[in-house]
């Protein structure tokens, strides 16, 4: 079946379209996979799973549509039943029921009036409780519909009517929510600033910040901040797993589970931090390795790269790519994450070295696929910086270049004392023009605008000075 | 008559014992100058052309201030004003009589006497170009008024219009190697103005033992015209040129700086604008990139310069992406005018040809050996034609390498770079390297003395300066109507000031 899946006219477009289409299956079980998350985001992942598997194609939309037809967001259910008519045209979900989607639309519409009517009641009445959560109410409903810009203004107009810091707090959380929902990420980092600013104490701030910091250490990863995220990751304290529901919301059910932080994490800091750093940031830090237990895959490959057996824990991480890349979030990064974690790995490998094989090397880091042979890639890296070597093509080796401190010093004096021999040239002369009261000035006549000043002092000069030259 | 007039011409003996003193020697010579100056010229015409013709019995390296006095009579006598090739006299053509004495007037007078006799040796100079000119062979000029101006001032050092004149000419005849010895002199000092008080001074007359040639070639002192700054300008963007002419692109593109960094109310001229755009060019062959420029220049007119030379920014930004050779073809193809009207063609074209240069040698930052047959997939062109090309380039010291022939079919003809940087043709001993860094401390030696002089000059002129700017304001104020804002001006002279302590 799964050939004849991939063969579909929608993986042919995909593909076409130059979108990320995997066909290998994938190490984790679809339906506990989803069981773990709740909310919008369950439809996103599936959607997800859908749209990129071909192994799991039909078994994420089979969940998906009739989960869709249970909500209120009838244009995700035409649009996931119209991906499914191209993926397996047969199956009795891939028709739409427009019958439904009529009704549905309909119903949607009465709430919406209904909601509207609401808040306004409440407007002429000035209660400031009630308008806020007559707006909390119709941005709920505007989230479940999927429109989510109405729910963002939905959400932002309850700011004003809002009495104690708790539902200040609450409110933009909603709006994180909302942001994240649409994958606005520097949104997402402006409101959890304010989440963070907004004074709570006590309990309630510490049911805060694990949150935040999971958020935050999310869009981080989003805007390719690998550093940053997994700082924000691996401080996240374990506390997120057993989080009450902040704002209405399960955190760890509808955003990410307790397994996205460790693989997130894991991964961002295999991506930017150094072996000292990891050993002690990582493996040593027992909150995160609350987490770390949940994916045992990730701490092994940490713990082979602190032991410098770069090709095993590459080897590791190549036996996930499948997984990650079906990752809502991160298979868009992916690439960039694990190439930043081979050329570290590679760097780390040749620095013992003052010679290798290109063999050798190749044997040790499999090609990847991004580029045709261990040479371009080696020769990518030398001119981007990041390692110090040199290649011979002839007798296929990496070379480490000599140094030579002394020459260089003396190279580096040299051309120094040049250097500043000419600026203090310069300077005299300079001096010399100021001292002698030659000062170039606009011509007497022209106003002190130097624009019109220019334009024909220009031509001027030009015209009596270049004559002679 | 004749015996007076002799006994008058000789009776200033330079190395006579009293003048040993050099307030002696001053006032001798003054007094001296007084007396031949009111000779008049028939009494010099007496006896030319025969055995008793004051300029043979005359000694030019002795009986300076006299032998020149002497040659100004007879050519004012003969042609004050030549105008065309039949008002010059046979004897005064090149190769004449009367030529070959100004020539080795100029050669050998005595220097210290020279001193004294500024705007008459100025003018004897200026008349011998022009006569060259009139002749139509004005590069017959060039060495002697070379040797004339190294003979007043060794270190050529001080600013003069015969500098001006002097590299005029040298680019009207295309002889830039010629002008090479004088442009090699840094210009460490202007004519100043120096105020009486110390003009009196034991060492400060013109005679004295003076080591910066500005204590006695000032304004007053007749050795060059009044001075702009763009005269100081144009000798700069010429002796660029001169430079480049040479292909000795690192000091062209120094001197082109000087013109950059001329102090401005916040305008700018057609020379700096000329100077931009050859520097612009020139940056990217000496360094590979368009550098920062210095930073003592005026930001405003820099500014309005940059506007106005947008299309060379361009090209300098095609040039530095090197994995991208075509566009730089076609950047310089698309400005070809504007190339071509700026006289910056050949330059232009330069960078084109040394686009490959910068190629190859950034191969070097990532490879130690590589076939050249891999090398022209990249450029395209024949194994054969770029191993010719990368011979040159090794060959010229540009790349630190060498061309190894395998027998290996698949291999080839390969390039391969020396690594330790005291390997291969551009290698340097560590000898060479010590006896470089000798030079240089030399060179700044020197150096931090012009700066003392000049600091020297500002520390006597200071007061002067800022009354003459106070006076200069009034009268600007007065003539415009509108007070200029100078204070931006006289802050820098202080900051300048500072800087010139500090690098001490």
Redesign the interface.
Known sequence: MASSVEQSEYFQRQKAKGAMVVKDPPKFDLESYISNYDGSTRLDRLDHIGSTSTYLAVDAYRIAIPEAKRGKNVKLYLALVEDFSTIAPNDPLATPDLGWADKKNREVKEEQDKLEHELKSYKNNLIKESIRMGNEDLGHFYYATGNYVEAHKAYYRMREHCTSSKHLADMTLRMVYVNIAQKAWLGVQSHLVKVDAAQLKGEDKTKLEPIISACSGLAHLCTNSFRDAATSFIWTSPLFLTLEPAAGITWQREILSGNDIAVYGGLCALASMDRSELQQKILANSDFRNFLELEPQIRRAITLFCNSKYSACLEVLEGYRTDYLLDVYLSRVLSAIYSKIRTKSIVQYFIPFSCVTLDEMATKFQLTGEYASIEDEL?DM??NGVLDA??????R?L?S??T?P???V??E??TM??K???????????????????????E??HS?D??T??GE???????S??G?? | MSADLLSLLFSFQPDAEELKQKTAYDTQVQQFIRQVSNVSAQHFQKGAETQQDVLELLNPSVNSISYIYALQARISAIADNPRSQKSVPEQLRPGGALWNKIVLFLETADPVQLRYVGSIWARLVLYLEQVARVMGTPALAIAPIRSAMQRLDPTTGTFTTTHLQFI?LC?ETRSYAAAKPILDN???????TIPLLVKELEYSVPSADHINSGEYIHAKSGHSDK????D?Q?YY??GG?AYIGLQEYKKAL?FL??VL???????????M??AYKKWVLLSCLVHGSVQAI?R?ANG??IK?IKG?AKAYEALAEAFVQINNLPKLRAQANAGRDTWAEDGNTGLVQQLLDNQYRFYVSRLS???????VA?ISNNLGGTVEDLTQYLETLIASGHLNAQI?R?NKPD?GI?L??Y????QGPQAKT?KQ??Q??FE??A??NI?AE??RS?DY??SL?KEY?EH??RA?KKA?AA??G?A?DTSW?EN??DL??E??MG?L
């Open positions: 020769e030398i001119n040199r290649i011979d093509l002839v007798d080796l070379i270049p000599p030579n002394r020459y260089n003396h190279a004096a040299l004392a040049e500043y021999d000419h600026t203090l040239r310069l300077r005299l002369t300079r001096v010399n023009l100021l001292s002698a009261g030659l000062t170039l000035q606009a007497k006549g002190k130097g624009a000043g220019l002092g220009i031509i001027r000069g030009l015209g000075k270049l002679l030259s | 005029r680019m840094y210009i460490h000092s202007l004519p100043s001075i702009g700054a763009s100081v144009e963007v010429l040129m120094n700086e000087h960094i001329v102090p401005s109310f916040n305008i700018a001229n057609g020379l604008l000329e210095p003592t405003t007119a309005l106005a930052r990532t490879f130690s050996a590589i076939p891999n190894e395998t291999l390969v391969r770079f690594l330790d940087p005291t560590e390297q010590q470089a860094l240089q401390t060179r700044t150096l012009q700066v000049a000059r500002l002129t300066v003459l700017k200069n600007t003539a415009s509108e200029m001006d820098m002279v300048e000031e800087d010139i690098d």
